[in-house]
């Protein structure tokens, strides 16, 4: 897998602004990434060095359309830690 494929898009919540200030970063990822080849995408795609990378698997929601029922999509997400001289500009510019 390319880095492109690895990181599918950065998650911008309410939540994860506030993560932000204490240099966390959360991103969508492949759910067939691990962390070190997660570490290494951020590396090459934005040229930073993570600290501290945890993942984590969103479990599906149940949802409803009308009398439909459905589930929404399981997901996986890593949440990383960068040193305190080094930003990503995706967030900054959010």
């Known amino acids: ?5 690895i990181i ?3 998650v911008v919540t ?3 602004n ?3 200030e204490k240099k966390k970063y959360v991103f969508r990822v ?3 990434a691990n962390k070190f080849q997660i570490t290494q995408a951020l590396r090459e795609l934005f040229n930073v ?6 993942v984590l698997i969103v479990k599906s929601k149940p ?11 399981t997901w996986k997400k890593a949440i990383v830690t ?9 967030f900054e510019g959010a």
């Open 49 to 54: 060095h993570c600290l501290e990378c945890r």
């Open 14 to 16: 309410e939540k994860s």
């Open 1 to 5: 897998m390319t880095a492109s494929q």
């Open 82 to 90: 960068l040193p305190q001289n080094e930003t990503i500009s995706v």
């Open 63 to 73: 949802k409803r359309v009308r009398y439909k029922k459905g589930y929404t999509a």
């Open 18 to 20: 506030h993560l932000k």
């Open 8 to 10: 599918i898009e950065p």
């Open 30 to 32: 492949d759910m067939r």
